[in-house]
């Protein structure tokens, strides 16, 4: 059985192909997924949640991961969402690799986003806006920047300046035009290309302000009572998301269609429709589009995939 630190795995899967990989993926089978959320019993408001998936045909990939928001306020920080991938062979269920879980999410999550981008945002896209100085924000940036290689600016913004400083600082050795900002709404005005990877639970992308052809991606707010764009960035927008199944939990979407701002049949297609070209992304140039990740389990298992085709 292979054991894979999170070094081994972001080696492993680097952005280009994990990209690649997924886009193939939704053009198959899709897997049998589940997910089960714990909550603390104490009521700290930690998750521990496990998600298991069986790709017909194929492997089987179980995430076990805890999601611990208050990690980023330790000393020194921890990442809020870390655990374990293991990976079964689907004919016999023998163990074959187990990962580091925390990478595996990354990894997951920004190609996920990645993928919407390179379907959805213009290709002529050149400066890029990162909300939120996290664990997902470098990769992330790194993750854009590798379906989008002309970028000419990665603009990186945080409530915690220094924090969103240090995300620039690191991409910045890896050879990407980053840098830390702190007038939002300036940089929403002129990005084409945001990314919300937060945990705030009120908007913060005013969509009034969201030029003509701009892609939004939103990521953070997996709760029903979580938010990172406004009503008015719903209403604007052409509407996707990576699971239409897998859609009615993050709060972005489940708000606006409380507020009778939109309604469910206004998303438009998912990544399933998209890569299989039964449906059709941006209408226009001008048309903002929104990208809603909700990630799911069959992602860890098409990510799992990857991974073991990688190293197996």
């Not at 690191?170 to 945001?194: F, H, M, S, Y």
């Not at 309604?263 to 449906?279: I, K, P, S």
Request: aromatic share 4%.
């Amino acid at each position: 059985m292979i054991l894979l630190d999170a070094a081994a795995v972001h080696a492993a899967l680097a952005w280009p192909g994990l990209v690649n990989a997924l886009r193939a993926a939704h053009q198959g089978a899709v897997p049998v997924a589940d997910v089960v959320v714990q909550a603390d019993p104490a009521g700290s408001g930690n998750q521990f949640v496990t998600l298991p998936g069986w790709l017909p045909g194929g492997l089987i990939a179980v995430k076990m991961v805890g999601v611990f928001p208050g990690n980023l306020a330790l000393d020194p920080p921890q990442p809020s969402v870390q655990g374990l991938v293991a990976v079964f062979d689907g004919q016999t269920g023998s163990p074959r690799l187990v990962a580091d879980g925390a990478a595996m999410t990354a990894r997951k999550t920004c190609a996920d986003s990645a993928l919407g981008a390179d379907i959805l945002a213009r290709q002529d896209a050149q400066t890029l806006l990162i909300l939120g100085a996290g664990a997902l924000a470098p990769h992330m940036a790194a993750a854009m920047a590798a379906i989008r290689p002309d970028l000419r600016r990665i603009a990186i913004w945080n409530r915690t300046a220094a924090r969103a400083e240090q995300v620039a600082q690191t991409l910045r050795t890896l050879g990407l035009p980053a840098l830390a900002v702190t007038d939002l709404d300036a940089e929403v005005a002129q990005a084409d290309i945001i990314s919300c990877v937060t945990m705030s639970d009120r908007p913060l992308v005013k969509g009034a302000l969201l030029k003509p052809g701009a892609h939004l991606d939103l990521v953070g707010a997996y709760l029903p009572t979580m938010r990172e764009a406004d009503d008015t960035a719903l209403a604007r927008a052409q509407l996707f998301t990576d699971a239409k199944s897998n859609m009615r939990g993050g709060g972005d979407l489940v708000q606006a269609v409380a507020a009778g701002v939109i309604g469910w049949d206004d998303v438009r297609a998912d990544l399933f429709d998209l890569t299989q070209g039964t449906a059709t992304g941006r209408t226009s140039p001008d048309a903002i589009t929104l990208f809603k990740n909700n990630g799911g389990a069959h992602l860890d298992v098409f990510t799992a995939a990857a991974l073991w085709q990688a190293v197996g």
